[in-house]
């Protein structure tokens, strides 16, 4: 008897929290805001940046990608006239 009462103690508990879950997932979804009021309330936390910093950061990434393709470019005529020299 013991044994019978202790499994049906655990069968109710167990029924007790999927029951438990069951309502928090249903009050989860209630509490859910549609996707558009998420996404607009999203797009209001966006800080855009104003027009002098991103005229100062485009200057800097051309004059880096200049740079830059001015030292491969030279390290490009090294090699090949280490390769012509070589060969």
Known sequence: ??????????????AAKADH???AKKA???NKPS?????????KK???ADRRTVTKQ???????S???GALIA????VIKFGLGFIL
């Open 1 to 14: 008897m013991g044994e019978t009462a202790v499994k049906a103690a655990q069968t109710t508990e167990k």
């Open 21 to 23: 879950t069951d309502k």
């Open 28 to 30: 989860k979804k209630e």
């Open 35 to 43: 996707f558009f009021k998420g996404l607009k309330k999203e797009y």
């Open 46 to 48: 966006i800080v855009f």
């Open 58 to 64: 485009t200057i800097a990434v051309v004059i880096a």
């Open 66 to 68: 200049v740079c830059l």
């Open 74 to 77: 030279v390290l490009d005529l």
